[in-house]
């Protein structure tokens, strides 16, 4: 994979074969996913491949299947827009500041965007990040990519509930289903 690689039916995919600006094809948009990069989305739980791994390849057949229809941004230490729809592990850094991600993102919280956090659930603030996502006015849906005996659903449930969202327990093969679900869930 390359620094800067163009998953198909990205944002980026789309502007290049439908020749419009990034712009006008974040119009095209349904859903929000915050994917997190920090270190500890590099834990195999007892795999072959890193959590970060697993739900990147499940992301990217998530666009493929719905081309345009989903904006990829990246958090760990910084928060980064990723328009080829591919997040990027080895250049955000090690913490995990979901709620500065989450007030990133609150600039497209407009009537029927959709928000999926996908997580291990370990941000480095609890509180800042549940205070972030109580100012939606749309429902932040989560989706807990972690091993099974890990803490972080636990939190990812309460971020949801903040928001009026649902949160899924989700094993990083079923993240591309469960998203689907969610978008359809309304």
Do not use: W
């Not at 989903?70 to 995990?96: C, E, K, N, R, W």
């Not at 007030?103 to 609890?126: L, N, T, Y």
């Not at 429902?139 to 890990?150: A, C, F, L, P």
Request: hydrophobic content about 40%.
């Amino acid at each position: 994979m390359n620094k800067y690689e163009i998953a198909k039916g990205s944002i980026s995919d789309l502007m290049q074969n439908e020749n419009m600006t990034l712009a006008e094809s974040f119009l095209t948009c349904d859903c929000v996913v915050l994917f997190d990069v920090s270190g500890s989305m590099e834990m195999m739980d007892g795999t072959h491949e890193s959590r970060y791994d697993r739900g990147v390849q499940q992301l990217k057949n998530l666009q493929a299947s719905m081309p345009g229809k989903i904006a990829v941004v990246q958090f760990a230490d910084s928060v980064q827009f990723m328009p080829g729809g591919v997040p990027l592990m080895d250049i955000s850094g090690y913490g995990t500041d979901l709620a500065a991600g989450l007030r990133f993102i609150r600039i497209a919280d407009v009537p029927e965007m959709r928000f999926i956090v996908i997580s291990d659930g370990a941000p480095d603030s609890e509180t800042m990040a549940l205070t972030e996502a109580r100012k939606f006015t749309e429902k932040i849906d989560t989706v807990y990519i972690g091993s099974e005996s890990g803490d972080g659903r636990d939190f990812l449930h309460r971020l949801a509930n903040a928001s009026g969202g649902q949160s899924l327990d989700s094993a990083a093969e079923n993240i591309e289903k469960d998203v689907v679900y969610l978008l359809n869930a309304g």
